[in-house]
Each structure stands twice: as structure tokens, then as C-alpha cells.
């Protein structure tokens, strides 16, 4: 994957390069929320989204921003590279 990368120079805000661990929880959560509701048979309780269950802020960034385009500087190279 030398070559491959990203159509648009995006990138996270704070400290972290991923938010796998904090979706990988919440999913988790939603999924164990959903057999316990079913298992009652209280369908009307039924969780539709997992922000019901999970606040999007516990994650561990905080959303995503356009960084523009310089596509000579060293660090546009490294933030497009895959």
C-alpha cells in the first residue's frame, strides 16, 4: 500500500488516530442492550440508534476537519498516505 491514498485531506481533531477502541465498545454495548430487550420481550424499548446507548463525546476524538490542500508539505504527504 506504498502508493495508495486518501481522495480528501481529512484528519481528526485531538489526541488520537483512531476512534476503533470507542466504536468497538459502543457497538458492543448496542448489541448486549438489544439481546437483553429481546430476550424480555419488550420490543417497544428497542434501541434504533447506538447514540441512544453510547454519548458520541465518550469517543476519542472529537469530530473531523477539512485541513486543505498543500500537497507539497510534508505533513499533507503523510496525513494522505493510507
Given at each position: 500500500?506504498?502508493?495508495?491514498?486518501?481522495?480528501?485531506?481529512?484528519c481528526?481533531?485531538?489526541c488520537?488516530?483512531?476512534q476503533k477502541?470507542?466504536?468497538?465498545i459502543?457497538?458492543?454495548k448496542f448489541r448486549r442492550k438489544e439481546a437483553t430487550v429481546?430476550?424480555?420481550?419488550?420490543?417497544?424499548?428497542?434501541p434504533t440508534r447506538q447514540w441512544e446507548i453510547v454519548e458520541q463525546?465518550?469517543?476519542?476524538g472529537?469530530?473531523?476537519h477539512y485541513c486543505g490542500h498543500s500537497p507539497n508539505e510534508e505533513w499533507y504527504i503523510k496525513l494522505m498516505s493510507k
Open positions: 500500500m506504498g502508493k495508495s491514498r486518501k481522495k480528501t485531506p481529512v481528526t481533531w485531538c488520537c488516530k483512531s477502541r470507542g466504536k468497538k459502543s457497538h458492543r429481546i430476550i424480555s420481550g419488550e420490543y417497544d424499548l428497542l463525546w465518550d469517543l476519542g472529537d469530530g473531523k
